[in-house]
């Protein structure tokens, strides 16, 4: 992001969110993509401690806890807290102020996190202070190689920035914790290696699916011609995304060296 924002301090993201269409998001979609990632860790990670960085209200948590982890979370958020910390073992904060024991993690996940960091470098160097030796990192983010993000950039510059809200929506910018950074698979792995880890597993994937797209855009003002077209427009870039090998989202599992 360029300028970079002055204020940083933290915020809250969930004010606004209706919360019982965010539940059925959550069933419909990222639960079994949850279920998704942790069989992707567990080929890496078997079991043992883990910490879920930016846990929201908590689904992961359960999941983790289902397939043999001992499950942690840490949400800066009051209202995701106030959800996700109802029999499951939560702190609030931000990583850069809370205390954990070093070495005590045996794996850390970052579902969607590393692009909202304006320090990553800093943010890294904590994670690998509290992972064990040889622990590994879980990392979704979005590839900015990817073709929707690519089409996007290219609405907004054939339009002479006339059309910019696409990449207003896949930035987060009306959001306080907004995209500070944009990853691919090179820049993700350059950073990672800075700063003590080693990439050994990685996937693209779509981050949405054509079911979903609805509640999704429960999200996105409009009138519902126009929910209809964008709905229509996702589910064709979908489809094209896959076939081109240019899908919208890395998941990445990196171990501490």
């Known amino acids: 992001m360029d300028p970079f924002p002055e204020d940083r301090e933290a915020g809250e993201d969930y004010a606004g969110f209706d919360l019982n269409t965010y539940r059925k998001f959550m069933v419909a979609f990222r639960i079994p993509q949850y279920e998704r990632d942790i069989s992707f860790l ?6 043992g401690r883990l910490l879920d ?47 954990f024991k070093e070495e005590f993690f045996d794996a850390v996940t ?15 160097g904590r994670i690998r202070t509290i992972l064990k030796r040889g622990g590994i990192l879980a990392l979704r983010l979005p590839d900015a190689k ?9 609405l907004y510059k054939i339009s002479l920035g006339r059309i910019a809200s696409p990449l207003s929506v896949l930035y987060q910018l009306d959001w306080h914790y907004k995209h500070f950074y944009g990853y691919d698979r090179r820049t993700a792995g350059r950073l990672l ?61 990196a171990r501490k060296t």
């Open 42 to 47: 567990r080929e890496y990670a078997p079991g």
């Open 53 to 99: 960085v930016g846990c929201g209200t908590g689904e992961f948590l359960d999941v983790a806890g289902r397939n043999g982890f001992q499950p942690y979370g840490l949400e800066p958020s009051r209202k995701a807290y106030d959800i996700a910390r109802k029999g499951r073992k939560v702190v609030r904060g931000e990583l850069r102020n809370v205390e």
């Open 110 to 124: 970052l579902w969607s996190v590393l692009e909202h960091i304006p320090a990553p470098s800093p943010f890294l």
């Open 146 to 154: 990817g073709l929707l993000t690519s089409l996007a950039l290219c």
């Open 193 to 253: 290696d800075a700063n003590g880890f080693e990439v050994i597993g990685l996937r693209s994937e779509i981050g949405f699916d054509y079911r979903s797209l609805d509640l999704r855009l429960d999200y996105i003002s409009g009138n519902r011609f126009a929910r209809k077209a964008v709905r229509g427009a996702l589910g064709a870039v979908s489809i094209l995304a896959k076939l081109l090998r240019k899908e919208d989202e890395l998941v990445l599992i």
